[in-house]
């Protein structure tokens, strides 16, 4: 994933609304309103694409550099929990971003992603595979499913002719 950088100037009004909703939900749970929690939260909402923990912690090193890389994990994993972050598993990383219903880049319907592998771009896939799937499933009780596509997004594609030429 490309790396990210803590943005310490005036943020978009928009990036704002979204971390105070994410505040907000935390405080609802009973966390604490952090600094770093806040930050943290402005990384996904600037960037809206998927992150790692280390890439996360990178970005934040420089400013809390005794902040260990588990207060940084535990905290996305908590973001989560609280519907806050979704995360996906690539290459046996695990990856976090906004959820969607946060983000309002969609109405809260079902939806699956492309992910690109070099940045975290997302796109909406307008489709679910389980709607093709001919195989007699009457006898389980489906509790979820998830399907992604992984690739490179167009300008990371384009970047990658551009370097091996």
Do not use: W
Request: glycine letters at 4%.
């Amino acid at each position: 994933m490309k790396e990210v950088k803590l943005n310490e100037g005036q943020l978009d009004p928009e990036v704002e609304h979204l971390i105070d909703e994410g505040l907000e939900a935390l405080k609802k749970e009973g966390f604490k309103m952090t600094r770093k929690r806040r930050e943290i939260l402005s990384l996904f909402a600037e960037n809206q694409q998927y992150l790692s923990a280390l890439g996360i912690h990178k970005a934040l090193e420089e400013k809390y550099p005794t902040m260990s890389y588990n207060t940084t994990y535990r905290n996305l994993y908590d973001f989560v929990e609280v519907g806050i972050l979704e995360t996906t598993e690539y290459q046996q990383e695990q990856l976090f971003r906004y959820n969607c219903d946060l983000t309002h880049e969609i109405d809260h319907h079902h939806h699956h992603h492309f992910i690109c592998t070099n940045c975290g771009k997302t796109i909406l896939l307008d489709a679910c595979p389980m709607q093709h799937i001919t195989t007699d499933l009457s006898s389980v009780e489906i509790q979820s499913h998830r399907f992604e596509v992984f690739g490179l997004c167009a300008e990371c594609k384009e970047e990658s002719k551009d370097s091996s030429s």
